[in-house]
């Protein structure tokens, strides 16, 4: 299991260089920061001098390895709107998100696992359609719908909940509904797919003929077999949690990563956006890492390809 | 015509499916029909109606059946051709995805080794950043915003999944035991991709396709919210949906109606595809 | 003569579908004697597995299990409760399967799953269980039980992996033993090992053991009294010695036959003409009259009750209605 995972881990490392790449090929179409960072009386040669003293001036891969040096040190350059650096703005956002998308994950994942595992064991029966259709249209909803929806509903109509902003634990309360609802509706159906396959597996019956009890069967010989592939499920939710969140936060407010990436593009700022889009892509890496070795926590049996 | 014949009760079988393609049917003919369909020029700007309620409320009339914006336009007329932008962006997004995710999956599958290497690194690091968010920055980045531009980005940000299930199937595929012997018998890679292999994914890249759409037009009606989709004067559902945003209070159905759109599109596409999936891939266990 | 240990009368098995009810076994009756081998012989799909899940409650809708009388040692167990099987279960009543391969979880270890034997039925303890679980896998010729008992089903070889599911099932010491295909899945040689261990447990144990297989060496190995199965029904049963030498049902002739036998000097193995037919579309009358070279008139109209024939033996075919053989048939 360990050179497993130690090859995982070298793997990271393409990854992460061809993401340098791919932000800093955007970066550098994005064209001239220059002229955003002065202000706009200032002349040719003005703007000439800064770009030499940015190094802009240099051919792309120079410029691409100098990108790289920065980064390693930590320095993904400063936001002219925030006059901040990039990466300590980031830093301070990363708390805000990781919270949404935690209180969210966890939301869904328990009604995940009680609705999945509900359907499947009531398969056929008017629940389980009821389930699967709930499934279905979660599914179907676009994101940005629900939260408006929510906020007409139990912020405007009843005044029940604040409408944006973060502070007090009512604050998360709407945002995190909205990514649970889009969430777990992706998670219903796999959990339910993957217990019915599980129930019909041979030991199962092995189980049953051993006399161990209904509950037993399910929560001890089934469940863990339905784990294995729920944390893969977990860990490719998170992207769309920190990142996608995107548009929630922006809607509710919600002084996460995803809005200040959101402003950060309104704002031309590039220096937030990439530092921003790169942490999100550091934090997907990761998770997908962690569920990779819990993965092999749970399954001995694991094929190491 | 028995094909036809049999495709046809095999779908009246399966309740969501039909009411999948009855949906999607609608859709498209929405779609294509709108000019005939729509009460109204969609930019048409009737100053004197603006934000008028539908016509089962106070201040309704048939004039405008689903009631108007704030600038007058009014809103059934909008949401027919907004089916018309996003079905275009979704079927050419999905179109152009698949294309470049099949191929790179079928050469990463089959050929293995250093090229399957670095196609599934790059695929990782493509992963790696949420769908939105890409699309999101590449937009800006570059600076414009046309129909091309929208499905180029929308394409870029979603061959990732294609590349990988083209990519798993051919591994599978290429262990079995006809692929072995036409090689023995000399057959050349690409003739085997064409007839043993490609025949045998295709299953799987329709289910993928139609899925594909949906997400696809959930995009672009998430990327039209956000202000950086589609522009006027071109009609979208999500663009609707930011116009009405800021009209929750007071003007509720400006916002609700695309919401409703939407929603129903993407089911009706998800039902399809079930049903698809449920017909063309044998191995799926159709649960 | 032994006494009775497990009674079975008229069981029938039914499944409810999409077209209708359908009967997968019906009218089955057998008894099985303390301490004996009892087989079950038949084709795929005859019904072989269906009627030892029948016995052990383990049919799940859409199945429907009806019988006149289950009786365990004198106690009726066809109409308990679960909650009451379910204590019967892995502790006087246990099953073995085909696939040891699947039939273990794969998450969990050996030990694990043997222990949980003890625990529930035997209320033992950790310590205790771990204790109980070694010594019965040494007790099924495992070789290094400590190891075994810590490692996962994957690392077994099928051989090793069925000793496990035989040692499961006769921690208890049940009374009776049911093992459907037990060596269907494994390797000649293995298979011969597998048999003799489960022979010389039942010997030492003086458990029962229905035997389910398709196989006739296996039959004329283990068994001291054979039902043969066709269509889901039993058509045949008798001492194992005397099915051997004189098969009365038309069927079991066909099967005998097709087998090879030492000092064999046919040049071509007769088979029996045509296919089991669905459960959908049985022929009226004798299930088996489409095939059998001896049907008449009768045969295709009625099914043939159970006659009882000398030596205890039974045999549903017209041709030996009181008792007695009859000839007849259009052919041969």
């Excluded at chain 1, 793997?11 to 002065?38: E, W």
């Excluded at chain 1, 209180?103 to 595992?117: M, Y």
């Excluded at chain 2, 199937?169 to 043993?196: C, D, M």
């Excluded at chain 3, 459960?279 to 159970?306: D, N, Q, V, W």
Aim: glycine share 8%; proline share 5%.
């Amino acid at each position: 299991m360990g050179n497993y995972l130690l090859k995982r881990m070298l793997q990271i490392i393409p990854v992460l260089l061809i993401l340098t790449f791919i932000i800093f090929c955007l970066v550098y179409v994005a064209g001239d920061p220059v002229a955003l960072m002065l202000p706009p009386e200032a002349g040719e040669t003005a703007k000439a001098a800064l770009r030499k003293a940015l190094g802009l001036d240099k051919p792309f891969a120079e410029q691409y390895l100098i990108y790289l040096g920065n980064l390693l040190r930590g320095n993904f350059g400063t936001s002219y709107v925030y006059n901040q650096d990039a990466l300590s703005l980031v830093l301070e956002r990363i708390p805000y998100s990781i919270e949404l998308a935690m209180v969210s994950l966890c939301c869904s994942v328990v009604l995940g696992i009680v609705l999945g595992v509900a359907a499947a064991h009531f398969r056929n029966t008017p629940l389980d359609l009821f389930v699967n259709g709930l499934a279905a249209l979660g599914q179907a909803l676009p994101g940005f719908w629900v939260a408006i929806m929510l906020i007409l509903l139990f912020a405007v109509q009843i005044p029940l909940l604040p409408v944006s902003g973060a502070g007090t634990w009512k604050h998360l309360v709407l945002p995190s509904a909205t990514l649970t609802i889009l969430t777990s509706s992706k998670i219903i159906p796999l959990i339910r797919s993957n217990m019915i396959e599980v129930m019909q597996q041979d030991y199962i019956r092995t189980a049953r003929s051993k006399g161990l009890r209904s509950s037993v069967v399910v929560f001890k010989h089934a469940f863990k077999n339905t784990l294995v592939p729920v944390i893969t499920i977990i860990a490719m939710q998170l992207p769309t949690l920190l990142g996608g969140a995107l548009i929630t936060e922006t809607i509710f407010a919600w002084p996460g990563l995803g809005m200040l990436i959101y402003r950060g593009v309104a704002n031309l700022d590039m220096t937030v956006v990439q530092a921003g889009v790169m942490a999100v892509a550091v934090i997907t890496i990761m998770a997908n890492l962690v569920s990779d070795i819990a993965y092999c926590l749970i399954d001995p049996t694991i094929k190491y390809q | 015509m028995k094909k036809i014949k049999r495709f046809f009760k095999l779908l009246l079988r399966s309740s969501t499916g039909t009411t999948g393609m009855v949906i999607v049917l609608g859709i498209c003919l929405c779609a294509i029909f709108a000019n005939q369909l729509a009460p109204h020029n969609p930019n048409e700007m009737d100053l004197m109606n603006m934000t008028k309620p539908p016509f089962w409320m106070n201040g309704g009339d048939l004039n405008n059946v689903l009631g108007t914006d704030n600038l007058g336009h009014d809103i059934l007329s909008r949401m027919l051709y907004g089916a018309r932008i996003s079905l275009i962006v979704g079927i050419l997004a999905t179109l152009a995805s698949g294309i470049v995710g099949m191929v790179l999956g079928l050469v990463s599958g089959y050929f293995g080794g250093l090229p399957d290497g670095i196609i599934m690194r790059v695929a990782d690091a493509f992963f790696a950043i949420p769908g939105i968010l890409l699309a999101l920055v590449t937009l800006m980045v570059f600076k414009s915003s046309g129909i091309l531009t929208l499905v180029l980005v929308i394409a870029a940000i979603s061959w990732v999944p294609y590349a990988r299930l083209i990519r798993s199937e051919v591994l599978r595929l290429k262990e079995k035991e006809y692929v072995k012997a036409a090689k023995t018998v000399g057959a050349s890679s690409w003739f085997i991709i064409f007839n043993h292999i490609l025949p045998n994914v295709w299953p799987s890249f329709i289910v993928i396709s139609t899925m594909s759409v949906a997400g696809s037009i959930l995009t672009e009606t998430a990327l039209s919210f956000l202000g950086v989709g589609i522009q006027a004067p071109l009609v979208s559902w999500g663009g609707m949906l930011s116009d009405g945003r800021v009209l929750l209070a007071t003007h509720w159905w400006v916002a609700t109606f695309p919401g409703i759109m939407i929603t129903i599109a993407i089911l009706g596409i998800t039902f399809l595809g079930n049903w698809l999936r449920d017909v063309l891939d044998p191995h799926n266990k159709g649960l | 003569m032994k006494d009775v240990l497990l009674r079975v009368d008229n069981l029938s098995v039914q499944f409810k579908t999409l077209d209708g009810v359908l009967t997968a076994i019906e009218g089955n009756s057998f008894t099985v004697r303390r301490g004996e081998v009892f087989c079950l012989v038949g084709e795929s799909g005859c019904g072989k597995s269906l009627t030892s899940l029948a016995i052990m409650g383990l049919i799940e809708k859409p199945g429907i299990v009806k019988a006149d009388d289950i009786m365990l040692d004198g106690r009726n167990i066809c109409w308990l409760r679960e909650s009451e099987m379910r204590k019967i279960r892995g502790k006087e009543l246990s099953m073995i399967f085909q696939e040891p391969l699947t039939s273990l979880n794969p998450l969990f270890t050996i030990g694990n799953q043997m222990d949980e034997v003890f625990r529930l039925h035997q209320k033992a303890g950790k310590a205790r269980a771990r204790e109980k679980s070694i010594e019965m896998l040494r007790f099924v010729g495992i070789a290094d039980p400590e190891s075994i008992y810590m490692r996962y089903p994957s690392a077994l070889s099928g051989g090793m992996r069925q000793r496990v599911m035989i040692a499961m099932a006769l921690s208890c010491r049940p009374k009776l033993l049911i093992a459907d295909e037990p060596t269907t899945a494994l390797d000649v040689t293995i298979q011969k090992q597998i048999l003799k261990l489960m022979k010389d447990l039942q010997r030492e144990l003086d458990t029962a053991i229905i035997l389910i297989t398709h196989d006739l060496s296996v039959v004329a190995e283990m068994a001291d009294r054979v039902a043969v199965m066709y269509a889901g029904r039993i058509i045949e049963q008798a001492d194992v010695a005397a099915l051997f030498q004189k098969p009365l049902h038309p069927y079991t002739e066909g099967l005998i036959n097709s087998t090879i036998k030492l000092g064999d000097t046919r040049e071509r193995l007769p088979t029996i003409a045509g296919t089991v037919p669905p459960l959908s579309a049985m022929p009226k009358g004798c299930r088996f009259h489409p095939r059998c070279r001896y049907a008449t008139e009768i045969c295709r109209a009625a099914e043939p009750p159970i006659a009882c024939c000398e030596g205890g033996r039974t045999v549903r075919c017209f041709r030996y209605v009181d008792g007695e053989a009859r000839e007849g048939g259009t052919k041969g």
